[in-house]
Nanobody, 118 residues
Framework: QVQLVESGGGLVQPGGSLKLSCAAS????????MSWYRQTPGKERELVAR????????NYGDSVKGRFTISRDNAKNTVYLQMNSLKPDDTAVYYC???????????WGQGTQVTVSS
C-alpha cells in the first residue's frame, strides 16, 4: 500500500523555523522526484519546492527562494522541507508529492498544517 505521511507542521511565530518530513512507503522511493506543495482555502495548490530522484537538482517557488530548503534521504525513504524566516503568508496545508519521471505516475500525501502567527 502506497503511503506518503507528512509530519512536522504546527504553529510558529513569524521569523521562526519548522522542518517538515514526508515518509514514503509502498513504492520505489528512490526513482521518484519529490515535491512539496501548499494550499490555502480558495486558492490553487502551489509548488513550493522540488527535488529530483537523485537529489542532485532542486528548484523552488519564487516566494520561498532563499528561505526554504528541500532535501531527501533515499535510505530512509524520506523527503524534508526546512523552512526558515517564516512569514504569515506561508500559512497553508503542506503536501508532499511523488512523481515517477518516465510515466508521471504520482502519489500525494494527506497534508500537514503550518500556521505562522504571533
Amino acid at each position: 500500500q502506497v503511503q506518503l505521511v507528512e509530519s512536522g507542521g504546527g504553529l510558529v511565530q513569524p521569523g521562526g523555523s519548522l522542518k517538515l518530513s514526508c515518509a514514503a512507503s509502498g513504492f520505489s522511493f528512490s526513482i521518484y522526484a519529490m515535491s512539496w506543495y501548499r494550499q490555502t482555502p480558495g486558492k490553487e495548490r502551489e509548488l513550493v519546492a522540488r527535488i529530483t530522484s537523485t537529489g542532485l537538482r532542486t528548484n523552488y517557488g519564487d516566494s520561498v527562494k532563499g528561505r526554504f530548503t528541500i532535501s531527501r534521504d533515499n535510505a530512509k525513504n524520506t523527503v524534508y522541507l526546512q523552512m526558515n524566516s517564516l512569514k504569515p503568508d506561508d500559512t497553508a496545508v503542506y503536501y508532499c508529492k511523488a512523481v515517477r519521471d518516465w510515466d508521471l505516475r504520482e502519489y500525494w500525501g494527506q497534508g500537514t498544517q503550518v500556521t505562522v502567527s504571533s
